[in-house]
């Protein structure tokens, strides 16, 4: 199948990465490459733009995608959570990183890839297929405790205490192998006025899995830290964020962002359909604005 990725507030994002001739820019979730193509189409041959992604198939596809500028582009194959790794001795230092968090359509539309709640498929949902843990890992072998909160803390959802006690009693019988199993689960799980409103019954908790089987919000808390090592002055983050999956790391960072440090970083959130937040420091000094500049964020509070 081909790689059919459509990037997301595409515009919006190369606008805030502030690309430029003869600089560097990573892309630490290369998926599609919509945004890659984007910015390479806008600065100089004299840049080198690095993509990364875990997934063979996005890779493949990019190379395709960006052959017009292989003398400016260099892949990676890895997980952005050991960025320091994949670019020692690559680069001295980066003008601006691009975090396109959240889960490509490609992946929804092969059901073999287990991430889609509406067709059947192996309980898979790995971006790397090379690693161990898929969801069927998680949801045969993880305590009720354990799935209560991943469901509650990844998914947001309201139901997480029984979808987790319904999977444990479901599994003593049979395992759960196939996405729809645990879809009929789900839905046994939540009550029949609670699943005819809102989103789809297995939606959140789908995302809730997909999260921890690739653990992507302690990958992006440990990435977003190692980038500022190798920012240049004034260099820039952009990251644009599935609405609720990196709140807390997002609050966290900031707080915990070193005082006093001599490089201009602006890191951009993009809450999707919401926000689009501006995290601006400048030796110390912490602001965030939403897309029309309304205070959003200052001294230590969201506003």
């Known amino acids: 199948m081909e790689y059919d990725h459509k990037s ?57 995608v960006l052959e017009n500028f292989s003398q400016q582009l260099l892949l990676v194959k890895g997980n952005f959570k050991d960025l320091d790794q994949l670019l020692n001795g690559k680069v001295d230092a980066v003008d601006g990183f691009l975090f396109d968090l959240g889960v490509s359509s490609i992946h929804f539309d092969i059901p073999a890839r287990g991430f889609s709640y509406k067709n059947d498929g192996p309980l898979d949902m790995r971006m790397d297929k090379s ?26 959802e309201r139901w997480a205490s029984r979808i987790a006690q319904f999977i444990v009693e479901a599994r003593e019988r049979k395992s759960l192998e196939s996405t729809l199993e645990l879809v009929q689960v789900i839905k046994n799980a939540i009550p029949a006025k609670a699943r005819r409103k809102g989103p789809h019954p297995a939606k959140r908790t789908f995302q809730a899995f997909r999260i921890a089987v690739n653990e992507e919000l302690t990958a992006l808390e440990s990435a977003l830290w190692q980038t500022i090592k190798w920012l240049n002055a004034k260099g820039r983050i952009v990251v644009r964020e599935i609405r609720g999956t990196i709140t807390a790391v997002k609050k966290g960072y900031i707080e915990t962002f070193p005082e006093g440090t001599q490089k201009a970083v602006s890191i951009a959130f993009h809450i999707l359909t919401t926000l689009f937040c501006g995290i601006a ?23």
């Open 8 to 64: 997301v507030l595409l515009a919006e994002v190369v606008k805030q990465l502030h690309s430029k001739t003869g600089g560097t820019l990573v892309d630490c979730t290369l998926g599609g490459a919509g945004h890659a193509r984007a910015i390479l189409e806008n600065i100089g041959t004299e840049s080198l733009f690095i993509g990364i992604d875990r997934d063979d198939t996005a890779l493949a596809a990019a190379k395709i």
């Open 131 to 156: 690693q161990k843990v898929t969801a069927a890992t998680i949801v045969n072998e993880y305590s009720r405790n354990e799935l209560h909160q991943i469901i509650r803390d990844y998914g947001e």
């Open 281 to 303: 420091t400048q030796y110390g000094k912490i602001e965030c604005y939403s897309k029309d500049q309304t205070t959003f964020y200052q001294n230590g509070e969201f506003m």
